[in-house]
């Protein structure tokens, strides 16, 4: 559905976009970017968008999983588009891929605790998930002590150090899940809202990186600690057991490591909180007591007196050559075309799972065959334009996300163009399957003035940008422009409003929340016959126009004062090679 409104305010974005000019651009900014052509607008279209998200979501290609049949198919059939639309190659040696080589590790694992003198065991897959990222075949722990670390956090900017006065080198360390949920002075004992949070500790409600898994382990190895488990509840991690058994459960990924073995503990687990307290009662201790002691600044670890972990995971190792796929469309001014503007989403999800009864293919049609879908549709909409755009778009739709966000990060780490020179991300990972908003969600609400283009961009058509209802959950790190973000380059995430029009003010919210009970890393995400992607056409539309906004526009997006990613950006520009261009004094 079309809303000539939102055709007009391409300009506006460029306008929005409001921050430091590279000075080998500063000739350049003089002009002011046209709207977006009517024509490459309306070329994104639902019909267009359900039959590629039919096509790779399909059972032929058996849940894309990075390293299988399934990864073949996708490839093949997104460099076909891409070849099709006429897009150049996105490698520079001439090809439609980035070679992304993983090492993937199918483990099989026992576990179990000795403590209060009896032994506590653990069924796999039921009670813990574990995991070893090593090329051993055996991967062992035995006789480690135990310490419970809080929410393992080590944050010198908020004065929290959670390993402080505490040795766990070769010991096992216990952790709650997401950010310590800081309590502001004078709250109630009993107020459990998000106003009894103190905002200036972690963020209030939001998820800071030190809540998300990623970094618990990542702090843990850094400690010393030979295993790290995580204390799953299904509030604070943002998902249900389920959605941790199911992925974790498989087999798992990571980039071949160029200097040999990675740098990770021994053992990295996921404990259900059932067992968790079972673990801590046997040991002496209640976990609530913990729990609350934990969200205070000065908490001391507490090690498990009398308790020990044995845990082992037999190791299956292979190397798996997989890929991310890219083509660009060059820009038309001869001095600016080495810059870029790429907009991403995953092509992978979690594959088929043949030990599983009735449905074993994860299809992954929300999940991420909608954004791919969505990133196709993007990058013919560019193609219809009857004037490239001054700068270059790439169109990169990369591998291993939901095996902690890989083909990003190797891009990110390797990438085919350089990142001094790319202007912004815009990614995809999941559309609106439910029908037209009022507001577009930004993850990340006020990080960077993308969010700037993209509000000026909906206004015309009386829309708003809406930030994450659901912060502590941590999205934001969750997707692939997070990669790009942490290397300084600016990025901007969307989700579905919450707004919908013509239904209850509920429903957005219950929508999710069903999703995610239901749906969620499941094979049953799947078409389904009410879906109304209305509302993501217009979402894609938005992003389009400011993309094409910072592709044609004067200023470069930068990130916002305060925000963790600005110095990364500044510090690259200043050290970017010569030709490429360098941060001049903000004119804020």
């Known amino acids: ?91 520079p040696d001439g090809t439609y891929v980035q070679d992304v080589t993983l090492v993937g590790y199918t483990g099989r694992g026992t576990a179990s605790f000795t403590a209060g003198g009896r032994t506590i065991a653990l069924e796999p897959l039921k009670d813990i998930v574990a995991v070893a990222r090593h090329a051993a075949p055996e991967n062992v722990v035995r006789g480690s002590d135990v310490v419970f670390v809080g929410y393992g956090v080590v944050a010198p900017e908020y004065g929290w150090n959670d390993y402080a006065g505490v040795d766990v080198k070769g010991k096992t360390v216990v ?34 990186y030190y809540g998300r898994w990623t970094y618990k382990y990542e702090e843990a190895t850094r400690q010393g600690a030979a295993a790290a488990i995580i204390v799953h509840e299904t509030g604070p991690a943002g998902y249900p057991w389920e959605v941790v058994s199911g992925s974790w459960g498989q087999e798992n990924f990571d980039i071949r490591s160029p200097t040999g073995e990675p740098a990770r503990v021994t053992v990295e687990a996921w404990m259900t909180n059932e067992k968790a307290r079972e673990l801590l009662s046997a040991a002496g201790q209640s976990f609530d007591a913990l729990k609350v002691a934990a969200r205070t600044k000065g908490f001391r670890a507490v090690p498990l007196a009398n308790t020990t972990a044995d845990l082992s995971v037999r190791n299956t190792v292979r190397e798996v050559r997989s890929r991310n796929v890219v083509a660009r469309l060059e ?116 990080n960077s003035t993308l969010d700037d283009a993209l509000t000026a961009v909906l206004r015309p058509a009386n829309r708003v940008v809406r930030p994450d209802p659901q912060p502590e959950k941590g999205f934001f790190y969750r997707s692939d422009h997070f990669e790009f973000a942490k290397k300084g380059v600016p990025a901007l995430y969307v989700e579905s409003g919450v707004d919908f029009i013509g239904r209850a003010p509920d429903y957005g919210m219950k929508k999710r929340e069903q999703y995610e009970a239901e749906d969620y890393h499941k094979p049953s995400d799947e078409i389904k016959p009410d879906w109304d992607l209305s509302g993501a056409i217009e979402d894609l539309r938005a992003l389009f126009q400011v993309g094409y906004g910072v592709a044609n526009g004067g200023t470069w997006p930068t990130w916002k004062p305060g925000t963790e990613f600005r110095a990364a950006r500044e510090a690259m520009l200043k050290q970017s090679p010569s030709g490429a261009p360098r941060v001049t004094k903000d004119p804020r």
């Open 175 to 208: 952790i709650l899940v997401n950010d310590p949920p800081v309590r502001r002075t004078g709250a109630a004992a009993n107020d459990t809202s998000e106003r009894a949070l103190d905002p200036a500790m972690f963020r209030g409600r939001a998820m800071t």
């Open 331 to 446: 820009g038309s001014d001869p001095q600016l075309k080495a810059q870029h503007v790429v907009y991403t989403a995953h092509w992978d999800h979690f594959g088929r799972d043949t030990t599983r009864q009735g449905d074993q293919i994860f299809n992954g049609a929300l999940d991420n065959a909608s954004g791919t879908a969505a990133l196709v549709q993007m990058a013919e909409a560019f193609t219809k334009l009857p004037q490239r755009p001054r700068r270059s778009l790439l169109f990169l739709a990369v591998t291993g996300e939901e095996r902690g966000l890989l083909g990003a990060k190797f891009y990110a780490e390797n990438p085919l163009w350089p990142l001094a020179t790319t202007l912004a991300d815009i990614n995809m990972d999941g559309v609106n399957q439910w029908g037209r908003t009022r507001d577009l969600t930004v993850i990340g609400l006020g």
């Open 1 to 91: 559905m079309r809303h000539p409104s939102i055709v007009r305010s391409a300009a506006l974005a460029c306008a929005a976009v409001t921050l430091a000019l590279p000075a080998t651009a500063r000739a350049q900014a003089r002009t002011q970017a046209p709207a977006a052509p009517r024509q490459a607008l309306e070329s994104i279209t639902a019909d267009g968008l359900l039959s590629r998200i039919r096509v790779l979501s399909s059972d032929a290609f058996e849940g894309r999983g990075p390293g299988t049949r399934g990864e073949d198919s996708t490839v093949a059939y997104l460099t076909r588009e891409f070849q099709r639309l006429g897009l150049a190659p996105g490698n």
